[in-house]
């Protein structure tokens, strides 16, 4: 099964903090993306990996950045948070696949973490 | 048109009763389709992939018309433990980017006793 680990389940943080989220795949998977989920927005990329070191923007990407030094780890950094930067930051990685599933491979979830920023 | 939209719901159901959901994506080069399921405070899981020629995993079956441009779900003999969200999903985003999965907001699903 593919595991993808989050480093917290709940985080409580500061206005103005600078944030790391840390995520970790053990299956190899080429792709690691970020998305933050909200009540009646659903899901919302924010960024996507796709090698090491590469990185591309998703649909929100301001305020936030990411690292990804090594295939298994994808990091996404809130450069100095703020109370709407409150949700839920879900991991996610895939396998880039070949053939006719080249780039079309799902998605496997880590357990999420609940940031709040007061 | 918004990029994937689904059936705003919620649906209420008896135990036993069959349910189908509704999806329609608006981007004609997406390539993959699938459901997952995503229980309250849980991450999304794969439920299935869907297949042009239609494909059924024991109680749940997944059609996709690609002319219409428009997917489904049909839950057979709903079980309590089928209560949850399901989202409609599907590959190819505004971008072009055929890594991106595009998620529609989900439907929430509760199979009363």
């Known amino acids: 099964d593919v595991k993808v680990t989050q480093s917290s389940r709940y985080l409580v943080k500061r206005t103005g903090e600078k944030v790391f989220l840390e995520c970790v795949q053990d299956?190899?998977?080429?792709?690691m993306f970020w998305y933050r989920q909200d009540p009646g927005l659903g899901l919302r990329l924010i960024y996507f990996?796709?090698?090491?070191?590469?990185?591309e923007k998703g649909d929100i990407p301001e305020g936030y950045s990411v690292s990804r030094e090594k295939k298994e780890r994808f990091s996404l950094i809130l450069e100095s948070a703020s109370t709407n930067q409150t949700s839920m930051y879900l991991c996610?990685?895939?396998?880039?696949?070949?053939?006719?599933?080249?780039?079309?491979?799902?998605?496997?979830f880590g357990d999420g973490t609940r940031l709040s920023i007061l | 048109r918004k990029e994937v939209e689904q059936d705003p719901g919620p649906f209420n159901v008896p135990e036993g009763a069959t349910v189908a959901f509704n999806c329609t994506y608006s981007?004609?080069?997406?390539?993959?389709f699938f459901w997952y399921r995503q229980d309250c405070r849980k991450e999304p899981k794969l439920l299935m992939s869907?297949?042009?020629s239609g494909n059924e995993d024991g109680r749940f079956t997944a059609q996709l018309n690609r002319a219409s441009q428009y997917i489904s779900l049909l839950i057979r003999d709903s079980k309590l433990s089928d209560s949850a969200t399901y989202l409609c999903?599907?590959?190819?985003?505004?971008?072009?980017?055929?890594?991106?999965?595009?998620f529609g907001k989900g439907t929430l699903l509760t199979v009363n006793p």
């Open positions: 996610a990685s895939s396998l880039t696949g070949t053939g006719s599933q080249f780039r079309n491979q799902p998605q496997h």
């Open positions: 981007n004609s080069a997406s390539q993959s």
């Open positions: 999903v599907v590959t190819g985003g505004s971008g072009g980017s055929n890594y991106k999965l595009t």
């Open positions: 990996s796709y090698d090491v070191k590469m990185k």
């Open positions: 299956m190899d998977h080429e792709n």
């Open positions: 869907v297949y042009s």
